[in-house]
């Protein structure tokens, strides 16, 4: 089963490890802010000695407050037993950023720092999101290494031909996307085309809570012009076939937008419930009979004459859980919650914890999802979110707003509002949850 759509998601991972202060991560992120540095000097040699320096800076400081209704009676995580997930959660984060360039040559950094409470417990963190170095030796080629969150394409919700980002995180807009650690190269023969080779060497920074993710090679090409443009890509990682995809968008008319978006690949890491002959009778383990998959997305915008735009997305999830598949899951939770007071309690706790897998973009297979938001007001903004779940008709809701205070402060809230039976998708840990927040920006 899959709980990453959930807009407070991000905040709590059952399959998480402990961290020491982020001492470990921190480590990581100064080396790559070493080798950027070095790589900076190395390239400046080579860079126009005549151009002066330029360098710029902004900070913000975000201070946040999270509440959640949880499911007590949850097939997975029944009295928050499994998962363990706070109720409610406040936090500071502050985020600066840094730029330092010159013709061709631009060093970029964005630390970050966080404080934040549970009830009963504590954490703080400091982490790089993005550090990269970009060189640009001769006009038809760029050069990038370094820590980036390097995203693509029109759509809302879903990003299927996107190997680092399958979710495109607006259900919570104030949470930075995890940066990635890769170096690319990009040819572009001419205005409208471009060539890039990539390499994904490392996740990043730990305190992204999905599995570390192999090492991955990718090669994407994109096309471009004034009504159209799209993306071919091809992408494989370590262990894995190669996965291909592509994007494509079409302004139809000044209101009127129309995209794509696909991919088409095998996973071989997700898992699946099954029937075992031994106590107590079932196990997770990945599909023997996994096979190459597609997943879609259709999409449009459409803007009114008043600004407020529309925006519909229809997705088949190849890697989602048939109904067979899901009515299994379901049934070996229902057989494992009575043996959590049993001497098996261990076996059950650990195989429902595994259950609540965030490897899958969403859990089962059709979605239907659909934005109305208004960007054209001066101090205020909000945004209306739904995702509904065509197989088991669960859904959300997620309410966005946010109010300019003055010109350094703006407060901000989300909601998450969920229907569904017991076993559903988006009520299988969560009710209902809100974060509400205030943004200041320091320079």
Request: aromatic fraction near 8%; glycine fraction near 8%.
């Amino acid at each position: 089963m899959s709980a990453r759509n959930s807009s407070c998601w991000s905040d709590f991972s059952p399959t998480r490890q402990p961290k020491p202060g982020g001492v470990v991560g921190l480590k990581s992120d100064l080396q790559l802010v070493a080798g950027c540095l070095l790589g900076l000097l190395a390239s400046a040699a080579q860079a126009d000695s005549d151009s002066e320096w330029q360098f710029s800076s902004r900070a913000q400081a975000l201070l946040s407050a999270t509440w959640r209704d949880l499911r007590d009676d949850s097939l997975l995580n029944p009295d928050n037993r499994i998962a363990r997930i706070a109720g409610e959660r406040h936090e500071l984060e502050l985020r600066p950023d840094f730029e330092l360039k010159r013709p061709g040559l631009a060093l970029q950094l964005k630390p970050r720092a966080s404080v934040s409470r549970t009830p009963g417990d504590g954490e703080h963190e400091l982490w790089l999101n993005e550090g990269k170095l970009r060189w640009k030796p001769v006009d038809s080629l760029h050069l990038q290494a370094g820590r980036e969150i390097w995203s693509w394409g029109p759509s809302m919700f879903w990003s299927p031909s996107n190997p680092f980002y399958l979710a495109t995180g607006k259900n919570n807009p104030q949470r930075e996307l995890p940066g990635r650690d890769m170096v690319r190269a990009s040819w572009m023969p001419a205005d409208n085309v471009a060539l890039t080779l990539a390499n994904n060497f490392a996740s990043g920074h730990p305190r992204d809570p999905e599995p570390l993710q192999r090492k991955l090679s990718l090669l994407k090409l994109d096309l471009n012009n004034n009504e159209a443009s799209g993306s071919l890509i091809a992408s494989r990682r370590e262990g894995e076939l190669w996965r291909f995809g592509g994007y494509g968008q079409w302004t139809a008319s000044d209101a009127l937008l129309l995209y794509a978006d696909a991919s088409y690949g095998k996973r071989t890491d997700l898992l699946l419930a099954e029937p075992d002959a031994n106590a107590p009778g079932w196990t997770l383990a990945p599909d023997p009979a996994a096979r190459r998959r597609t997943t879609l997305l259709l999409g449009g915008g459409y803007t009114f004459e008043s600004g407020i735009t529309l925006n519909l997305e229809a997705m088949h999830y190849g890697d989602g859980l048939s109904r067979e598949q899901a009515q299994r899951a379901t049934a070996m939770a229902q057989q494992l919650q009575p043996l959590l007071a049993t001497p098996l309690a261990a076996y059950a706790g650990a195989t429902l914890g595994q259950a609540i897998d965030l490897r899958r973009m969403q859990e089962r297979r059709n979605y239907l999802a659909l934005q109305l938001m208004d960007p054209t007001r001066e101090r205020y903004s909000w945004n209306l979110r739904y995702i509904r779940n065509l197989d088991d008709g669960s859904g959300e809701l997620v309410p966005l707003g946010s109010y300019d205070l003055n010109d350094k402060l703006q407060l901000w809230a989300n909601l998450s509002l969920r229907h569904g039976h017991q076993g559903s998708e988006y009520t299988q840990l969560l009710r209902r949850s809100a974060m509400l927040g205030l943004t200041w920006f320091a320079w």
